[in-house]
């Protein structure tokens, strides 16, 4: 069983919309919790982060964190074409080497 | 902007060559990471280097090996490329592993024909 599960897609939405990318985790033991941006052809870039539980918003990105239900989402107001990517949860918690991922969730946002 | 920097970015070889693919970082992180990627799947860790002369093998089994001599340079050779070797190959950088804070490179898109 895969530890994080993730939602491949593809999304398709139109610009404007509101995208909800979403991860759940089996490890409880989990604190820290990240969504990387990857575009086509390039290597993935640090988007959001999280610890704990709670709300995190930067701009037009907002990232949740539900501990309980072992549940993390990334939502993107008003989406626009250059949020086209693929997005990827990841987390660790302390003492672990490093980043367990999602397999992404490719959006596409049509102009 | 991350200062790390992969070559080649896209490589095509033939069966039983060897190849070592180029991770370069300019910012003084002690740890460094390779991951492989192929399409819809998740990251997998293949090796990871705490500091220079420290290496350990990831997750993933991967018959590539690393070395790490200058804090600034992590490559991974491959001694003899089959074609289950093709994938995607990322270097990535760290200050601190717990919090998961990586700076990738553009990645090396490996082809073994």
């Known amino acids: 069983q895969k530890e994080v599960e993730q939602d491949p897609g593809p999304l398709s939405v139109p610009e404007g919309a509101i995208v909800s990318l979403n991860c759940t985790y089996s490890?409880?033991?989990?604190?820290?919790f990240m969504w990387y941006r990857q575009y086509s052809r390039k290597g993935p870039e640090l988007l959001m982060y999280?610890?704990?539980?709670g709300n995190k918003e930067d701009g037009r990105f907002t990232a949740q964190v539900d501990k309980s239900s072992k549940y993390i989402s990334l939502f993107i107001r008003d989406s626009q074409p250059s949020d086209s990517a693929t997005y990827l949860c990841a987390m660790i918690y302390t003492g672990r080497r490093a980043l367990t991922f999602g397999s992404g969730t490719r959006l596409q946002v049509q102009p | 902007e991350a200062d790390i920097y992969q070559t080649p970015r896209y490589l095509v070889i033939g069966t039983g060559k060897k190849i070592t693919l180029e991770c370069s970082q300019t910012m003084g992180h002690d740890k460094m990471y390779w991951y492989q990627q192929d399409p819809g799947m998740e990251l997998h860790l293949i090796h990871y280097?705490?500091?220079?002369?420290?290496?350990e093998k990831g997750d993933l089994s991967s018959e590539s090996t690393v070395s790490r001599i200058r804090t600034e340079h992590f490559p991974l050779t491959l001694e003899s490329a089959r074609p289950s070797h093709t994938s995607q190959y990322l270097c990535a950088s760290s200050v601190g592993a717990s919090t998961g804070e990586l700076f990738f490179g553009e990645g090396s898109r490996l082809t073994v024909l």
């Open positions: 280097s705490y500091g220079v002369n420290s290496t």
């Open positions: 999280t610890y704990s539980s």
């Open positions: 490890n409880s033991a989990f604190q820290y």
